[in-house]
């Protein structure tokens, strides 16, 4: 595909991100609606006379406008063992929510609680997990999910086999499950 062939759909849909007509910005970037409306459907060609008035307006840049090939969406990142855990990313470096499938080996006893800033969010995936949150403890079957702050003292870990969870977690999170030491405890 041509870069330019989503330079008009790009136009368009930032246009249409801030309500605005086709009227409206037209006459905010001082040409027709009917040049505008040849832009967005492909149908006239693009010039800078034409693209620097409508992303000024925009608040956007060119570059915002033309394509360019979508990078390798697969996550190559090795696992992590710890502390019995298997912990396997599933978002990238750097990535704005931290992701991870992590699988617990069972306990006879639940690990002693823990304490980090943040929020952590997580589904079960296969097992039975024990999750010890403040005074309760709770057992979590295949398909349910918890959410809670972990200021809250807390720890995970499986019962009679291992159990394997999908957990989002905020950095803080990131750092105690894949960086931390200790006796196994989320």
């Known amino acids: 595909m041509d870069m330019l062939d989503q330079m008009g759909p790009r136009l368009r849909a930032a246009r249409k991100s801030r309500d605005w007509t086709l009227d409206y910005l037209a006459g905010r970037a001082g040409m027709s609606v009917s040049t505008l409306s040849r832009l967005e ?5 693009a010039s800078l006379e034409l693209l620097v008035p409508l ?5 956007i840049r060119i570059d915002d406008l033309l394509s360019t ?3 390798d969406p697969r996550v190559r990142r090795p696992s992590i063992r710890r502390d ?19 699988t617990y ?3 006879s006893v639940a690990p002693e609680p823990r304490v980090h800033d943040g929020y952590e969010w997580l589904y079960v995936i296969s097992g039975q997990l024990r999750l010890v949150l403040g005074e309760q403890e709770l057992v979590l079957k295949r398909g349910e999910a918890a959410e ?3 200021r809250m003292p807390h ?3 499986a019962i009679s086999r291992p159990a394997q969870v999908i957990s989002i977690f905020n950095q803080d999170g990131v750092r105690m499950h894949t960086h931390g030491a200790g006796d196994g405890a989320d």
């Open 69 to 71: 090939e979508a990078p």
């Open 105 to 107: 080996p069972p306990r």
């Open 55 to 59: 992303t000024r307006e925009l608040g």
């Open 84 to 102: 019995g855990m298997v912990i396997t990313p599933l978002a990238p470096e750097g990535s704005p929510v931290a992701t991870y499938k992590i």
């Open 155 to 157: 720890s995970i870990s």
């Open 148 to 150: 809670f702050d972990t």
């Open 41 to 45: 459907s492909g149908k006239r060609q």
